[in-house]
């Protein structure tokens, strides 16, 4: 698989990460078996990026990802995620400098691990200045309990502060054929200032696979309630994955392979973490990296998809911690 970088003087990691948010439980019951055998066979298969968070699962994810690569450190770029806190009123960023510190020690634990390579601010709270929350994640690392920073769904303007009190190595926010708002001001400000863009929900949280029925979800899962899988907003979605099985089946991919790689084809400094929880599915998603997307083709597909999808990315209380 080819190779990335995260930023400037960032880790080198392949193109093709792994997202776990799903075996902390987020869609549905988790087989940890097959979770952990998943982990290991993405290390196995030249994956380096594993993607977690204080909050998948309450620790869940943390603790498969600290077996799965136990005794294999040097394979795998951990990247973890905190400043979440969640309660009776929903979701909320705490990107204080007390939360974050403390927060870390925790998932050091659940991973067995004595540094992450990549630690994330998951949202930034907009009762906190950046440059405190910025500001102890640098201490974290003069400390050496990690070797990298990064932020998520952060707006420019943020970006610029933070990258003033520390270099940020990775942007984390969703990028896909039907999320493109990144391409506006975002991406451009982190090629200025040299950050990776790491995207999640490539797939759309599966949708654009064209595997997913709403009606067969489990009652735990999240996306049973996501805008986007509702009424006419589902309609029309669903026509974007017509779109993309149908140019995908002319060269004989999986359209989880073509959406795949077509975030991988939008730039070097691109990388995607595709969660799964099933080999299945890593399997194909890897194959992904051996496909290459002509700018014909990919000019196809953004005039047959012009506007993204329909409908917002999360519910209100979700919306509410994007930094716009």
């Not at 993405?42 to 136990?70: H, M, N, P, R, W």
């Not at 009424?231 to 359209?255: F, K, P, Q, Y």
């Not at 890593?282 to 700018?295: K, M, P, S």
């Amino acid at each position: 698989m080819r190779t990335r970088t995260l930023g400037f003087g960032g880790p080198v990691v392949a193109e093709i990460g792994l997202g776990t948010m799903g075996m902390g439980g987020s869609y549905g019951p988790v087989d940890k078996a097959e979770s952990l055998a998943t982990l290991r066979l993405a290390l196995d298969s030249g994956v380096t990026l594993i993607d977690t968070a204080d909050f998948y699962g309450q620790g869940a994810s943390e603790e498969l990802v600290g077996k799965a690569v136990a005794g294999r450190r040097d394979e795998a770029v951990v990247a973890t995620k905190t400043g979440m806190r969640f309660g009776p009123g929903g979701p909320r960023p705490d990107g204080s400098p007390e939360f974050i510190k403390a927060q870390l020690d925790g998932s050091l634990r659940r991973l067995g691990v004595d540094h992450v390579d990549l630690y994330y601010l998951a949202r930034v709270d907009p009762q906190v200045p950046i440059e405190d929350s910025a500001g102890a994640l640098a201490e974290l690392v003069a400390a050496g309990k990690v070797r990298h920073i990064g932020l998520c769904e952060a707006a420019p303007s943020t970006l610029r502060r933070a990258a003033k009190v520390h270099r940020i190595a990775a942007l984390q926010t969703e990028y896909s054929l039907w999320e493109r708002g990144v391409e506006q001001q975002i991406l451009p400000t982190l090629r200025e200032l040299g950050i990776a863009l790491v995207a999640y929900r490539t797939l759309g949280s599966g949708f654009l696979s064209g595997k997913v029925a709403l009606d067969r979800l489990d009652q735990g899962d999240w996306r049973r309630n996501d805008p986007r899988l509702q009424g006419e907003n589902l309609d029309r979605n669903l026509e974007i994955v017509s779109v993309v099985r149908e140019v995908a089946e002319r060269r004989n991919l999986t359209a989880a392979q073509l959406a795949l790689a077509w975030v991988l084809s939008r730039g070097p400094d691109v990388i995607a973490i595709p969660g799964t929880k099933n080999r299945r599915y890593l399997r194909e998603n890897l194959a992904a990296a051996d496909v290459r997307i002509a700018v014909e083709e990919s000019a196809e597909l953004l005039e047959l998809v012009p506007h993204g999808a329909a409908g917002q990315r999360y519910q209100p209380a979700l919306m509410k911690t994007i930094d716009a």
